[in-house]
Protein backbone atom coordinates (compact mmCIF):
# COMPACT_ATOMS: atom_id res chain seq x y z
CA UNK A 1 0.00 0.00 0.00
CA UNK A 2 1.26 3.17 -0.71
CA UNK A 3 0.64 5.96 1.89
CA UNK A 4 1.16 9.38 2.05
CA UNK A 5 1.33 11.84 5.22
CA UNK A 6 0.12 15.30 5.46
CA UNK A 7 -0.51 18.40 7.44
CA UNK A 8 2.60 18.74 9.47
CA UNK A 9 4.18 22.34 10.39
CA UNK A 10 5.57 24.84 13.00
CA UNK A 11 3.05 25.61 16.25
CA UNK A 12 3.59 26.47 19.27
CA UNK A 13 3.77 24.95 22.67
CA UNK A 14 0.17 24.17 23.86
CA UNK A 15 -1.65 24.29 20.40
CA UNK A 16 -3.02 21.96 18.31
CA UNK A 17 -2.18 20.37 15.02
CA UNK A 18 -3.79 17.41 12.98
CA UNK A 19 -1.84 14.85 10.83
CA UNK A 20 -3.60 12.71 7.95
CA UNK A 21 -2.37 9.36 6.27
CA UNK A 22 -3.66 8.69 2.85
CA UNK A 23 -3.55 5.14 1.61
CA UNK A 24 -4.13 3.56 -2.01
CA UNK A 25 -3.14 -0.09 -3.32
CA UNK A 26 -4.62 -1.86 -1.02
CA UNK A 27 -7.90 -3.16 0.86
CA UNK A 28 -7.06 -0.63 3.95
CA UNK A 29 -9.81 -1.33 5.71
CA UNK A 30 -8.95 -4.70 6.66
CA UNK A 31 -5.64 -3.42 8.62
CA UNK A 32 -4.37 -1.74 11.66
CA UNK A 33 -2.86 1.95 11.08
CA UNK A 34 0.05 2.84 13.63
CA UNK A 35 1.77 6.36 14.01
CA UNK A 36 5.54 7.03 14.74
CA UNK A 37 7.46 9.64 14.88
CA UNK A 38 11.63 10.08 15.10
CA UNK A 39 12.90 13.42 16.33
CA UNK A 40 16.66 13.81 15.43
CA UNK A 41 19.89 11.51 16.52
CA UNK A 42 16.63 9.21 18.59
CA UNK A 43 15.03 5.70 16.92
CA UNK A 44 11.71 6.30 15.73
CA UNK A 45 9.06 5.73 18.84
CA UNK A 46 5.60 4.15 19.09
CA UNK A 47 2.73 7.10 19.11
CA UNK A 48 -0.34 5.16 18.87
CA UNK A 49 -2.27 2.55 16.99
CA UNK A 50 -6.02 1.80 15.67
CA UNK A 51 -7.16 -1.53 14.88
CA UNK A 52 -9.10 -1.93 11.22
CA UNK A 53 -12.73 -0.51 12.42
CA UNK A 54 -11.55 2.08 14.61
CA UNK A 55 -12.76 0.26 17.58
CA UNK A 56 -9.23 -0.16 19.37
CA UNK A 57 -7.13 2.69 19.94
CA UNK A 58 -3.93 2.25 21.83
CA UNK A 59 -1.45 4.94 22.69
CA UNK A 60 2.35 5.22 24.02
CA UNK A 61 2.11 6.97 27.86
CA UNK A 62 3.91 10.16 26.07
CA UNK A 63 0.89 11.27 23.76
CA UNK A 64 -2.02 9.65 26.30
CA UNK A 65 -4.62 12.01 27.22
CA UNK A 66 -3.31 14.57 25.08
CA UNK A 67 -3.58 12.88 21.06
CA UNK A 68 -6.36 11.21 18.89
CA UNK A 69 -6.06 8.86 16.51
CA UNK A 70 -9.38 8.41 13.87
CA UNK A 71 -10.02 6.67 10.61
CA UNK A 72 -12.35 6.59 7.90
CA UNK A 73 -12.16 3.89 5.80
CA UNK A 74 -14.74 5.37 3.60
CA UNK A 75 -11.85 7.55 2.69
CA UNK A 76 -8.71 5.55 3.08
CA UNK A 77 -7.38 7.82 5.50
CA UNK A 78 -6.57 7.72 8.99
CA UNK A 79 -5.80 10.88 10.89
CA UNK A 80 -3.70 12.15 14.56
CA UNK A 81 -4.96 14.79 16.14
CA UNK A 82 -2.55 16.29 18.47
CA UNK A 83 -3.19 18.86 21.24
CA UNK A 84 -1.54 20.72 23.80
CA UNK A 85 1.70 20.36 21.79
CA UNK A 86 4.90 20.24 23.80
CA UNK A 87 8.36 21.39 22.59
CA UNK A 88 9.68 17.57 23.21
CA UNK A 89 6.41 16.19 20.26
CA UNK A 90 8.98 17.78 17.89
CA UNK A 91 9.99 14.93 15.61
CA UNK A 92 9.22 13.53 11.48
CA UNK A 93 5.28 11.53 11.94
CA UNK A 94 5.06 8.62 10.36
CA UNK A 95 2.12 6.51 9.83
CA UNK A 96 2.36 2.70 9.22
CA UNK A 97 0.30 0.26 8.22
CA UNK A 98 0.73 -3.48 9.89
CA UNK A 99 -0.77 -6.60 8.27
CA UNK A 100 -2.76 -7.57 11.35
CA UNK A 101 -6.36 -6.27 12.04
CA UNK A 102 -6.70 -6.18 15.79
CA UNK A 103 -5.08 -7.19 19.51
CA UNK A 104 -6.01 -8.88 22.42
CA UNK A 105 -4.08 -7.30 25.27
CA UNK A 106 -1.37 -5.13 23.70
CA UNK A 107 -1.07 -4.19 19.74
CA UNK A 108 2.40 -4.60 18.67
CA UNK A 109 4.85 -1.63 19.30
CA UNK A 110 7.82 -2.26 17.38
CA UNK A 111 8.57 -0.54 13.91
CA UNK A 112 9.28 -4.10 12.64
CA UNK A 113 5.80 -5.38 12.99
CA UNK A 114 4.50 -2.44 10.46
CA UNK A 115 5.15 -3.36 6.78
CA UNK A 116 4.13 -0.08 4.54
CA UNK A 117 5.50 3.68 5.46
CA UNK A 118 4.63 6.90 4.32
CA UNK A 119 7.18 8.85 3.56
CA UNK A 120 6.73 11.41 7.02
CA UNK A 121 5.91 14.79 7.89
CA UNK A 122 7.72 17.09 9.99
CA UNK A 123 6.15 18.72 13.20
CA UNK A 124 7.49 21.37 14.65
CA UNK A 125 6.37 22.52 18.09
CA UNK A 126 8.13 25.59 19.47
CA UNK A 127 8.42 26.82 22.85
Known amino acids: VQLQASGGGLVQAGGSLRVSCAASGRTFSNYVMGWFRQAPEKEREFVGVIDWDGRRVYYADSVKGRFTISRDNAKNTVYLQMNRLKPEDTAVYYC?????????????????????WGQGTQVTVSS
Open 96 to 116: ALGLYSTWDDTPKLHVSAYDD
